[in-house]
């Protein structure tokens, strides 16, 4: 559960991974059930991350501020 929505978490401070996590009605519903009830207080956390990017809010940004999205692949982790 924490790594399906820290995945999620991630997607939405993407636009174009917002923009799709919007297109899908049960996302928010699904993000507020783990937020509320998660197995782990990281799960939780990671939910209501989410649910702070997809929504309205405006978040304080500095001027050149920009987000920074990584991705690795773990060799180790595929054998």
Avoid: I, W
């Avoid at 507020?32 to 304080?60: H, I, M, W, Y």
């Amino acid at each position: 559960q924490t790594m399906h929505v820290e995945c999620l978490s991630h997607l939405a401070v993407f636009e174009p991974g917002r923009e799709a996590l919007l297109q899908d009605a049960s996302v928010v519903p699904a993000l507020e059930a783990v937020a509320q009830n998660g197995l782990t207080k990281q799960a939780r956390d990671f939910a209501a991350a989410a649910l702070l990017a997809l929504s309205d809010a405006v978040l304080v940004r500095s001027a050149g501020q920009k987000h920074v999205m990584l991705s690795y692949q773990c060799e180790q982790c595929l054998t």
